[in-house]
């Protein structure tokens, strides 16, 4: 086998390694035109709830994402439509909800913010979540939904440090 032939074996090895490492996480950015801010994305694969649901969230999905403009980390549940929440404290702009999250086997209550016709819920607690996202290897969160009762996401969290260490490294670019 000649050197250029080994050298490219090694670099498709270490490419497919780093992509079965990150599977199930996708990165993106953004830049504000008015601002040239640049922002980017993590996020994992859309799933489904644990168990069916009927009308209107028989097609509801989920994803679990972490956004950084460099200097700041956020941390957030994605869904493919406006869930109308059950037990949320209603404020000026948004509704405030406790609910359970089980990292691996331990269980432990969060507190989220769903602003009013959004899609997404952010964790207010971010720093200490992203940190479990990139420790345990599941998460299950619950979303209590009105109509369908408590609604479970079951997220694995495979990949997700090495993942996460690659959005720190692009915003710090």
């Known amino acids: 086998m000649s050197i250029d032939r080994f050298v490219f074996s090694v670099v498709v090895v270490i490419v497919l390694s780093m992509n079965t490492a990150m599977a199930g996480w996708n990165t993106s950015s953004s830049v504000d035109e008015m601002t040239n801010v640049a922002t980017w994305y993590l996020s994992s694969d859309e799933i489904k ?26 941390v957030y549940i994605g869904l493919t439509s406006d869930p109308n929440l059950e037990d949320a404290k209603a404020m000026a702009a948004y509704e405030l909800i406790k609910t359970r999250i089980k990292w691996d086997d331990k269980i432990e209550e969060v507190q989220m913010t769903h602003d009013y016709g959004s899609k997404f819920l952010h964790f207010v607690t971010d720093s200490s979540v992203i940190s479990k996202i990139g420790k345990y290897n599941t998460c299950l969160i619950e979303i209590k ?12 969290l495979d990949g997700s440090s090495k993942a996460i260490n690659k959005l720190r490294e692009s915003a710090r670019r």
Request: hydrophobic share 30%; aromatic share 22%.
């Open 49 to 74: 709830p644990t168990r069916k649901l009927d009308f209107p969230y028989n097609d509801l999905q989920s994803w679990l994402g972490i956004g950084t403009d460099g200097n700041n980390e956020w």
């Open 145 to 156: 939904i009105y109509g369908q009762g408590s609604v479970y996401f079951r997220f694995s």
